[in-house]
């Protein structure tokens, strides 16, 4: 059995993160994705543990003062978080740990977890981002002006993270990553035996 480990997957909207962590996933035996907490209320078809885990704003605050979080974040009024316990009780099982989340939370997530991968998924350029943001047709000018302006931010620190993909082939890019994936467990499982 291999040893669990923590992939922290991140970078611009757009840049097919998404896309890459489904792929990942449909060809890892042993990956679990984790599964967020938040405040917000439950949309019709979501199911507690299963889309988010949901939580009174009382019992998010105090995960968050019993460290019983990764990473945290508001928006919109609402709290989002990592649970830790459910992350390292995958871990514990031998499987690899996929977080999917912004750039802030992954660098809090290193502070928590120092031997977490860091992965920044990278588009093959701005220019490329803009036309996969307008081509969704779910956004308007001044949420892809702002989308474009954080991505600007999140690409200058993708020098800081473990392993940068530039998305720009879709079917390399997910090998790519299954590679990194697979060799940082077997690496870790080398390290066990040692």
């Not at 390292?88 to 997530?109: D, K, P, T, Y």
């Not at 977490?116 to 220019?127: K, M, T, Y």
């Not at 990194?180 to 467990?185: D, I, P």
Request: net charge negative; charged share 25%.
């Amino acid at each position: 059995m291999r040893r669990g480990n923590l992939y922290v997957i991140s970078g611009p909207s757009g840049a097919g993160k998404g896309t890459l962590v489904a792929r990942l996933v449909e060809q890892l035996g042993d990956a679990w994705v984790s599964v967020s907490a938040t405040t917000r209320a439950p949309r019709p078809g979501e199911r507690d543990g299963e889309h988010y885990f949901f939580l009174s704003r009382e019992r998010f605050e105090a995960m968050v003062r019993e460290g019983g979080l990764l990473e945290w974040a508001e928006f919109s009024g609402n709290l989002y978080g990592t649970p830790r316990a459910s992350v390292e009780q995958h871990m514990a099982a031998g499987q690899q740990v996929i977080l999917e989340i912004e750039v802030q939370g992954a660098f809090q997530v290193r502070a928590q977890m120092p031997e977490a991968h860091l992965v920044f998924i990278e588009p093959p350029s701005l220019d490329e981002l803009e036309r996969r943001l307008v081509g969704r047709g779910t956004e308007t000018p001044e949420s892809v002006r702002r989308r474009m302006e954080t991505a600007t931010l999140e690409l200058q620190r993708k020098n800081e993270y473990d392993y940068c993909l530039v998305n720009d082939d879709l079917e390399q890019a997910a090998q790519d990553l299954l590679a990194f994936v697979n060799g940082q467990a077997e690496e870790q499982s080398g390290d066990s035996r040692i």
